[in-house]
Structure formats: structure tokens, C-alpha cells
């Protein structure tokens, strides 16, 4: 029983990594009806430069601040250079734009940075929190964290004029320009909000992962079955089913496949869920009106 | 009267696909223009040039200043506010949230916070459906929506296709009646796209025909009305 609510904590605690790339995932999706499959580069080139800070001995937090706020802006100038000249191109365009854009990253940073598996600091140091065995600090604060973004994030889509911008241009581009909304930059700052929270689902998945330039490639896989699974077009639903997968990927690989093949979990939750029901658990069939 | 909207040698395009030729026409300060036509004559694409959702070459002049190359987000900027065909409606959000995006722009809040209250004075079922999905709402209210999400960009031009569109006549009535009382009480200038030529006629002091994507007549609505063609055309008696 031990064992088993250690594995179920331990689930939560990459879940929320899952949870809140997922939701970036899910950001430039409702936005762009793409799925950027550089998310996970991104957010490995931004925890390589956390890395890089806390190397120069900067004090975690601050590290940790800066990396977000350069990503926001790297993400927004990603999209402002790369993304927006394949704007009205084909869908295939853009998944290679994507692809491409995911390879140059793992190729600087492993020419960076190396291709050595390095230890990721983590400020949550010390004994498990509340004095419970099953989770340790770094897992604790790791779906703490999560949680906090996840929360931001929902204040400032629900409650900010910025946000409130964001999702009108995500949903009526025409509409949103006819009253003043500047499209093209909310598209920007989706990329960038992107990226940031990226770079924290880096931070938080590299004391457990290890950091290397392959890092986030699983995590990635992880995040998009989490959203899949959730409904792409539902932010909450991408971050319970990030959650959600897991837990079911650390119980899986503990208890029925074994943690050589798990990462196979993720793809069995894809195409599962594709076949039985493809808009998600909690996402919106798309019914077209004639 | 001076003009709010003057409009030179409008042309244009679907691709390479002209739609409209040389088109001239105004908006008088505080006045109300009709566009009538038949279906597909290029009423809805003359507000979509002015607008810059399509491409378009010619002089467009708002109170003087030159609007004919700018974006449609800065155009909206300065004051022109268009209500689509099809009402725009951002289906997903709350009437509330249309709305508060119609004041996205401004950053007078106690002004807007009037605004809202006026156009739930204008039209009380908004008020009632405030937290409603947009969505949900029936044809008559979204089409309130839309012009209540216009009004609350104070705009210095309104600019409305079809309002009549799809509705019932007792709800383009009381529709009219609010867009009467609202360039009356309110002197918001306006430009009307209608199928529908006598109620345009009825609202408007100046009004132009187009047929194929040119200028057929334009001249006071009175003159229109009374115009043979036009009464036989477009009015139907």
C-alpha cells in the first residue's frame, strides 16, 4: 500500500509538469489550431539557460524569474520571425516549421551545452513536506508550482482585459481586429506565454528528469496525451488530463508494463482516445452547422 | 453639412477578382447613409473596404484624414465602428465580455461604465442575459449585441450591414426605432447597408444604389424614393 501511494505521488508530481505543458500545448492550439511540436525543445533551451544562471551562481529564484521572463520574450520573438511568415500557409507547412524550429534547439543546445546528463538544482530542498514518507520536497513543490500556473494562468484569461483580448482573437480573428484588437500581437504573446511556462514545466521536470538536450522529448509526448486526453480545446481539460496521465504512466510503469516500455502508455492514451472518443474527455464536439 | 466619411474612386478586390468600380459617395457629420442594392451588388464588400478586411484602392477620408492604407485594427482605432454581416457575435464569450471588448480600446472606465448602462437602457434584454453565453442568444438580441458592442467604441462612424437580416418584423422595428433614437439623441453618424430599401430610406438623408459594384444613383433619399426605377426596383410598388 506504501508503495503504491508513493508511485501514485510521484505520478502527481510529473503530472503537473504534463498539466501545465499541456496547457501551453492547448494556449497556441485554441489560438492557431496547430500543435507546436517544438513546445518541449523550448522549454529544454530555457531550463539549459536557467541552468546556465544558476551555473554563474545566481540565487535560484531569481534564476528561475529571469529564465521565465527571457522565454516569454524569446517565444514572442519565435513567432513574431518564424511562425508569422507561415501564417496563412498550409497546415503541413507550419508541423514543419515546427519540427524544424524543435531540431535547431536540441542541436544548440547540445552544441552549447554538451550532450552530458547534468544535475538541475531545486529549492525545494530538505526532508518531504508535513512529514508524510511519499512525496519528496522537490514533488511536493513541483505540483505546488504547477498549481500556481495553472491558477495564474486561468486569472488572466478570465479576469484580465489582456486575456479577455486573447481569447476573443483566438475565437472571432475578424470580430476581435473590428474592435481594435491587435491580432497579430496576441498570437505573439500566446507564443510567448507559451514559452514561459514552458520554461517552468522545464525547471520543474529537470531535478527529476536530469537535464540533457533529449530531456523534455518524453515529457512532451506526455503533455500532448495529457491534452488529447483532456480535450485540446479545454484548457482545464488539458490539465486534469495531464494529471491524469501521470499518474497512470508512473502506476503503469510500476505495476503492469514496466517502466522500459511507459512511455508506450502515452501513445496507447493518444490513439485510444482518437478512436473512442476524439474531441476528449472534456472537450467540445465540433458539430459544423450546413 | 460637413462630412464624416468621404469616399473617392473606391475599388476592391477579391483576389483578383474586382468587385467594386470607382465608387464615390459620403457620410454627412451627424448624418445617416443608406447603401441599397440587390443581392451580390457589393454593398457588404464597400463596408468591408472601408474597413480594410479586403484589399482596396481609392480615397477614403474619415473627417479628412486619410484611412484608405491603414490596418483594420487601426481604423476601428480611430472611431469607425462596423457591425458585420452575420452580427460578429463572439459566440463562446458572455454578452457581458462582447461587450466589455467593444470598450477594449478605451480607457475612460467611469465613462464606460455609463456606456454600459445606456445600452442596457437601449436594450433591456441585454441586461438580463448579461452572464448568458452569446451563443444562445436569439438572432434579434445578437444583432442588439452587436450594435450595443459598436456604440460602446464611441465611434465617431457606425457602420451596420444588414441589421435586418434574418429577423422577425416586429424586432427590425424596434431595431430601427433604437438606431433613429441613437443618431438623433446621440448624433452618431451612420452607414447603412439594407436589402430591405424602404426602411434604409426611412433612416437615412442620403442614400446611394449600387448595381454591380457601381454607383447607380446617389442622392438624398427623398430624391430615391420618389426616383421611378428605384421605387419599382427596390421598393416593390
Known sequence: MNEFLHQLASGLALGGVYAIMALALVMIYQATQLVNFAQ???????????????????????????????????????????????????????????????????????????????????????????????????????????????????????????????????????????????????????????????AIAGMMAAPIVYLDPNMMAGVLLYAFAGAVLGGIDNPFGAAFGGFAVGVLENLMGAYVVGSEVKLSVALAIIVGVLVWRPSGLFGRRLVARV | MSRILEVRGLRAFYGPIQALFDLDFHVGEGGVSALLGANGAGKTTTLRALSGLIRRQGDIRLSGKPIGA??????????????????????????????????????????????????FDYFPRLAERRRQQAGTLSGGEQQMLAISRALLMRPALLMLDEPSFGLAPMVVAEIFRILAAINRDEGVSMLIVEQNASLALDLADHAVLIETGRAAMSGPSQTLRTDDAVRRAYLGY
Request: a positive charge; proline letters at 5%; glycine letters at 10%.
Open chain 1, 40 to 198: 518541449g525543445e523550448m522549454a529544454m533551451f530555457s531550463t539549459y539557460f536557467a541552468w546556465k544562471l544558476t551555473d554563474l551562481g545566481w540565487p535560484y529564484w531569481r534564476a528561475f524569474m529571469v529564465t521565465v521572463v527571457v522565454s516569454f520574450l524569446g517565444g514572442v520573438a519565435i513567432e513574431r520571425i518564424v511562425v508569422r511568415p507561415f501564417a496563412k500557409a498550409p497546415v503541413l507547412a507550419s508541423v514543419i516549421v515546427f519540427i524544424g524550429l524543435a531540431l535547431i534547439f536540441n542541436a544548440l543546445a547540445g552544441w552549447i551545452y554538451g550532450y552530458s546528463v547534468t544535475d538541475f538544482p531545486t529549492p525545494f530542498d530538505g526532508p518531504p513536506w508535513f512529514g508524510q514518507r511519499y512525496m519528496s520536497a522537490h514533488e511536493s513543490g513541483s505540483v505546488l508550482v504547477s498549481l500556481c500556473v495553472l491558477m495564474l494562468v486561468y486569472a488572466f484569461f478570465r479576469f484580465t482585459p489582456l486575456g479577455l483580448a486573447m481569447r476573443a482573437a483566438a475565437q472571432n480573428p475578424t470580430s476581435s481586429r473590428l474592435v481594435g484588437i491587435r491580432v497579430g500581437w496576441m498570437l505573439a504573446i500566446g507564443w510567448g506565454l507559451a514559452a514561459a511556462i514552458g
Open chain 2, 70 to 119: 491603414l490596418s483594420t485594427e487601426a481604423i476601428a482605432r480611430l472611431g469607425v465602428a462596423h457591425v458585420p454581416d452575420g452580427r460578429g457575435t463572439f459566440t463562446d464569450l458572455t454578452v457581458e465580455e462582447n461587450l466589455r471588448l467593444g470598450a477594449y480600446v478605451r480607457s475612460d472606465r467611469n465613462a464606460v461604465r455609463r456606456d454600459f448602462d445606456r445600452m
